[in-house]
């Protein structure tokens, strides 16, 4: 049986409070996770164990000293060696933060380009293995504290800990615009990335996707369907109905104001769709 993507709410995951500044840290333990994404941008850090992470269909040694960031819906998954376990720190955080951190233009360009022209992960060894584990107990220490200037120092050691994946990654991994496509990594995994960064976009259609990534609709509907389990078009309501479904129940907008928040023309098409997928009309979930 194929598996397909899951998604996880990393707000419901880290109990965020609603109007809690949107940063999680934790040490998890475990031996896999299925395949899944979620709304928030992780940067994780492997203290032990040894096994094989996949992004967006491309596989890597997981191992101590491994610094992985994942934007907002890249696909992954990790597998531990039989018998070992990972234990790794696990950094969620709004992707807006990013842009409160004051690094230099060309870190965020870098920082953008990750899973597709640049990797998704980097190594670290001796003495910058051991500067990256003292910023990430920092940042772990921070965020269990509750003193004075807690959310800047976090801010501060979140933007530590990124330039450094940024440097590592450019000393000792390729850059992969120069290699051509990866057969091991699909066109289909940018353009996931692309709808899930898009989707409320109005004008969003199959054939401004295939023009815009020089493919045929059709390929890109069934492909949709062999990665997704959905096709195109039902891919899309979907993401739509899901972040439909977070503003009706923490939001005051009206639902004619949230169907076009959510990328729909109109409130009828939005009660349709709504109603197909949850099963109740968008009155009836909230209410309920």
Known sequence: MKTYPVYHDAVAYSKMAKGQFPFYISINQFENTSLHYHDFAEFSFVIDGHGTETINGVPHAFRPGTATLLLPHHYHEIHSNPGSSIYKYCCMFSIGILSDLSLDSSVYHLLWKTGSSHPSFAYFEQESLRRMLVIMADLNSEYDDDQIGRIGLIRMKLAEAL???????????????????????????????????????????????????????????????????????????????RSATSLLLSSELTITEIAAEVGFNSSRTFYRVFKKIKGVTPDKYRST
């Open 163 to 241: 330039l450094m994946f940024v440097r590592s990654r450019q000393q000792t991994q390729p850059d992969l615009s120069r290699q051509g496509r990866s057969e091991t990594a699909p066109v289909i995994w940018e353009i996931i990335s692309y709808l899930h960064l898009n989707y409320m976009d109005h004008h969003l259609t199959l054939n401004g996707i295939a023009e815009k990534f020089n493919l045929s609709p059709s390929y890109i509907s069934h492909a949709t369907k062999k990665y997704t389990g959905q096709y195109f078009h039902d891919y899309i309501h979907a993401l739509k109905i």
